[in-house]
């Protein structure tokens, strides 16, 4: 709830509702918008963050004391300093959404993409998620895809209608100007999302994880009594599992507040696994006492009167209680003072904070790495109504040059898309009404998402007609749904299926060489060769030359040359009719034979020997008659000996010239291409 005092000055700005309170420096003061991930779409999601960001950039802050950031259901811009800076600050920003910069979108956009790689998902956005899926609050969850597909024009579109006057409040630690302008458009107010649970989730539910730890959610109505019943949860679960059995290090809660009159509510404690099953048992337990028996009158005394007298010592509100005050005002909750606050806590009882807690108990999805183990009274969240597959089933093309196409995972109709398990309940359908955003990963390869967060992983290039399933979902989905994820290289995949085609015999390895590859090794080559009578693949990267054979092995075969390390790279003996190549490295020497495809033997030399390289293609050239001589004398000797040899010892003799012609034929190509390799 709002925590506010008499004190507190509730005036408008420009339209705007502001809440200011009058003490000393140093001063705060935010301008706040009830717009967030919420209101997105997962295919526009991070526009937002996009419009935070390019206000800030065109308000001039020399001194760092101002910031932004965008939550479930609001932007907020902050900022510190002296009365007339605080209103300078305002009327930058109100004048900056009136005339974003949209010269600079490409450029923020990718500012926002290197901030969310280096940032981590919380166990509260992956909550979110399980209960809202993929739109409004569930967002969260997701990343913002929506920065690959948006353009100013759109940016220009949500700035202009939802950070306008009637969708802002103000509030400041001091007086604001009366005349203050912050330039901004009237428009109108937006109301919050709806809070609603998934439809089909089975609650309460219970979800298998991998966290350290066990946490749970729920939904709650905002009141006193809540925000009550979490805190003294939060003490007898503390006492429990830290103080008298060590078997946790933090106990936590958290409140947030979704909408006027709907909260929230996380709780939840670390712990090693081989305790998952035990901590919660207690927290669960500790929780239905609580809203069976609510608490003791001792036990509620003594949080009232805490709570009073943390009131009674702050005479002035603080920025919390001045931030609420502007976000219950967007939510369209009316604003309370503290004498009405510390009525609702003289008056509560312990029925009041039992009717709480136990509104909230059938709505709890409960998060524990305690497997299969289902706590009594909950169904696993997977236990959901099973999905039909609709349509007939498309067959895929093999993977390999001798497989037959056979029957592929995918279905579909002209109304939806189904994905089929190894089992008859593993079936996930989407409907081509309910998608969200069709995720483009490559060219014929995309993530279709639905509103509950479901998705399907399609390859068309490797299904038989998978052009005519791209034409009907492209036909059926509206276009301002697809989300191109671009990426500065191409995957492995678009590699092979470019150098390899769609059907090769190291298709194996190809799925397993991203596993083998080092941070930002991008690849430049692939083929499939033999080495050591196993066929595998070679891939050539702009860092090793990599051979990978028996992927799928218990024992796969794995060498790795660095390019730094080569010192000679030369066609095979009778490599035109078996295609090869030899490495000579500083430690000894890689054979490559029947090179697939054929041209690639050639190519992977060229590469491997290209300017700049520490690599030559034959030992180092001398055209001089001396450097000649000593190329060719072996051959030239063994030649000499055979021809007068043929009357004493035929035989011999003709293994000799053979060796002997052998030996001045690849002399000659060596030179040859020493001789092209130096005048490039």
């Given at each position: 709830?709002g925590?506010v005092?008499e004190?507190?000055?509730?005036?408008?700005r420009?339209?705007?509702?502001?809440?200011?309170?009058d003490r000393?420096?140093?001063?705060?003061?935010a301008?706040v918008?009830r717009?967030g991930?919420?209101?997105?779409?997962?295919?526009t999601?991070?526009?937002?963050?996009?419009?935070?960001?390019?206000?800030?950039?065109?308000?001039?802050?020399?001194?760092?004391?101002?910031?932004?950031?965008?939550?479930?259901?609001?932007t907020v811009f902050?900022t510190?300093?002296?009365?007339?800076?605080?209103a300078?600050?305002?009327?930058?920003?109100?004048?900056?959404?009136?005339?974003?910069?949209?010269?600079r979108?490409?450029?923020?956009?990718?500012?926002?993409?290197?901030?969310?790689?280096?940032?981590?998902?919380?166990?509260?956005?992956?909550l979110?998620g399980?209960?809202?899926?993929?739109?409004?609050?569930?967002?969260?969850?997701?990343?913002?895809?929506g920065?690959?597909?948006?353009?100013?024009?759109?940016?220009?579109?949500?700035?202009?209608?939802r950070?306008?006057?009637?969708?802002?409040?103000?509030?400041?630690?001091?007086?604001?100007?009366?005349?203050?302008d912050?330039?901004?458009?009237?428009?109108?107010?937006?109301?919050p999302?709806?809070?609603?649970t998934?439809?089909?989730v089975?609650l309460?539910a219970?979800?298998?994880?991998?966290?350290?730890?066990?946490v749970?959610s729920?939904?709650?109505?905002?009141?006193?009594a809540?925000t009550v019943?979490?805190?003294?949860?939060?003490q007898?679960?503390?006492?429990?599992l830290?103080v008298?059995?060590?078997?946790?290090?933090?106990?936590t809660?958290?409140y947030?507040?979704?909408?006027?009159?709907?909260?929230?509510?996380?709780?939840?404690a670390?712990?090693l696994?081989?305790h998952?099953?035990i901590?919660r048992?207690?927290?669960?337990?500790?929780l239905?006492g609580?809203a069976?028996?609510?608490?003791?009158?001792?036990e509620?005394s003594a949080e009232?009167?805490?709570?009073i007298?943390?009131?009674?010592?702050?005479?002035?509100?603080?920025?919390?209680?001045?931030?609420a005050a502007a976000?219950?005002?967007l939510?369209?909750?009316?604003?309370?003072t503290?004498?009405?606050l510390v009525?609702?806590l003289?008056?509560?009882?312990?029925?009041?904070?039992?009717?709480a807690?136990?509104?909230t108990l059938?709505t709890?999805?409960?998060?524990?790495p305690t497997?299969?183990?289902?706590p009594?009274g909950?169904?696993?969240?997977?236990?959901?109504t099973?999905?039909?597959?609709?349509?007939h089933?498309?067959l895929?093309?093999?993977?390999r040059?001798?497989d037959?196409?056979?029957?592929?995972r995918?279905?579909?109709?002209?109304?939806?898309?189904s994905?089929?398990?190894?089992k008859s309940?593993?079936v996930?359908?989407?409907r081509?009404?309910?998608?969200?955003?069709?995720?483009?990963h490559g060219?014929?390869?995309m993530t279709?998402?639905?509103?509950?967060g479901s998705?399907?992983r399609?390859?068309?290039?490797?299904?038989?007609?998978?052009?005519?399933?791209?034409?009907?979902?492209?036909?059926?989905v509206p276009?301002y749904?697809?989300v191109?994820?671009e990426r500065?290289?191409?995957?492995?995949?678009?590699?092979?299926?470019q150098?390899l085609?769609?059907r090769?015999?190291?298709?194996?390895?190809?799925?397993?060489l991203?596993?083998?590859?080092?941070p930002g090794e991008?690849?430049?080559?692939?083929?499939?060769a033999?080495?050591?009578?196993?066929?595998?693949l070679?891939?050539l990267?702009?860092?090793?030359?990599?051979?990978l054979a028996?992927?799928a092995s218990?024992?796969p075969?794995?060498?790795?040359?660095?390019l730094?390390?080569?010192v000679?790279?030369k066609?095979?003996l009778?490599?035109?009719?078996f295609?090869?190549i030899?490495?000579?490295?500083?430690?000894g020497?890689?054979?490559f034979?029947?090179i697939?495809p054929?041209?690639?033997?050639a190519e992977?030399i060229?590469?491997?020997t290209?300017?700049?390289?520490?690599t030559?293609?034959?030992?180092p050239?001398?055209?001089?008659?001396?450097?000649?001589l000593?190329?060719?004398?072996l051959?030239?000797?063994?030649v000499g000996?055979g021809?007068?040899a043929?009357l004493?010892?035929?035989y011999?003799?003709?293994w000799?010239?053979i060796?002997g012609v052998?030996?001045?034929?690849?002399?000659?190509?060596r030179?040859?291409?020493?001789?092209?390799?130096?005048m490039?």
């Amino acid at each position: 709830m709002g925590l506010v005092r008499e004190v507190v000055t509730r005036g408008q700005r420009a339209g705007v509702p502001v809440f200011t309170v009058d003490r000393p420096g140093p001063h705060q003061a935010a301008l706040v918008f009830r717009v967030g991930r919420a209101d997105e779409t997962l295919a526009t999601s991070g526009v937002t963050h996009l419009v935070e960001h390019l206000a800030l950039f065109a308000v001039d802050d020399d001194l760092r004391r101002s910031g932004g950031f965008v939550d479930h259901f609001r932007t907020v811009f902050f900022t510190s300093g002296s009365p007339d800076e605080i209103a300078q600050f305002l009327v930058s920003v109100s004048g900056a959404l009136q005339a974003l910069p949209l010269d600079r979108v490409e450029l923020e956009k990718q500012v926002l993409l290197t901030e969310a790689a280096s940032a981590g998902g919380s166990m509260w956005q992956m909550l979110m998620g399980l209960r809202f899926g993929a739109e409004h609050f569930g967002l969260l969850a997701h990343d913002e895809v929506g920065l690959r597909r948006i353009d100013a024009d759109e940016v220009a579109r949500w700035c202009a209608s939802r950070f306008v006057s009637a969708n802002a409040a103000i509030w400041s630690t001091c007086p604001l100007p009366a005349d203050l302008d912050l330039q901004l458009a009237p428009g109108k107010r937006f109301p919050p999302q709806r809070v609603m649970t998934l439809a089909g989730v089975p609650l309460p539910a219970y979800v298998d994880t991998h966290t350290s730890g066990v946490v749970l959610s729920a939904l709650g109505s905002r009141s006193t009594a809540l925000t009550v019943a979490l805190s003294l949860l939060e003490q007898r679960v503390h006492r429990n599992l830290r103080v008298g059995r060590g078997l946790s290090y933090a106990v936590t809660g958290s409140y947030v507040p979704l909408a006027a009159h709907a909260a929230h509510v996380t709780f939840g404690a670390d712990c090693l696994d081989e305790h998952a099953v035990i901590v919660r048992d207690e927290i669960l337990q500790e929780l239905r006492g609580l809203a069976q028996d609510g608490p003791g009158l001792d036990e509620l005394s003594a949080e009232v009167e805490k709570r009073i007298e943390h009131w009674s010592q702050e005479n002035t509100p603080d920025n919390g209680e001045l931030d609420a005050a502007a976000m219950d005002e967007l939510l369209g909750k009316g604003v309370s003072t503290r004498a009405e606050l510390v009525h609702d806590l003289e008056v509560l009882t312990p029925d009041h904070v039992s009717r709480a807690l136990w509104e909230t108990l059938e709505t709890i999805i409960l998060c524990a790495p305690t497997g299969s183990d289902v706590p009594a009274g909950f169904r696993s969240y997977d236990d959901r109504t099973p999905h039909k597959p609709l349509g007939h089933r498309y067959l895929a093309r093999g993977n390999r040059s001798y497989d037959l196409p056979k029957r592929s995972r995918i279905a579909a109709s002209d109304k939806a898309i189904s994905f089929v398990g190894d089992k008859s309940e593993n079936v996930v359908t989407i409907r081509y009404a309910d998608v969200v955003a069709v995720l483009e990963h490559g060219p014929g390869r995309m993530t279709v998402v639905d509103r509950s967060g479901s998705s399907i992983r399609l390859d068309l290039n490797s299904l038989v007609k998978g052009a005519q399933l791209n034409g009907e979902i492209r036909r059926t989905v509206p276009p301002y749904l697809f989300v191109p994820l671009e990426r500065t290289s191409k995957s492995i995949l678009d590699v092979s299926r470019q150098q390899l085609g769609y059907r090769t015999r190291a298709a194996t390895e190809i799925g397993r060489l991203p596993g083998y590859l080092q941070p930002g090794e991008q690849v430049v080559k692939l083929a499939v060769a033999v080495r050591r009578q196993r066929r595998g693949l070679v891939a050539l990267t702009d860092r090793r030359l990599l051979f990978l054979a028996k992927a799928a092995s218990r024992k796969p075969r794995f060498i790795e040359v660095p390019l730094t390390d080569i010192v000679r790279v030369k066609k095979r003996l009778f490599g035109v009719v078996f295609p090869g190549i030899v490495v000579t490295t500083k430690t000894g020497k890689h054979r490559f034979a029947d090179i697939v495809p054929r041209e690639r033997a050639a190519e992977l030399i060229q590469e491997l020997t290209a300017p700049g390289s520490t690599t030559s293609a034959t030992k180092p050239f001398d055209d001089s008659l001396k450097g000649r001589l000593r190329d060719y004398l072996l051959g030239i000797v063994l030649v000499g000996i055979g021809l007068p040899a043929v009357l004493a010892h035929a035989y011999a003799a003709v293994w000799m010239l053979i060796f002997g012609v052998v030996r001045l034929v690849r002399t000659f190509g060596r030179r040859r291409d020493a001789r092209a390799f130096q005048m490039r």
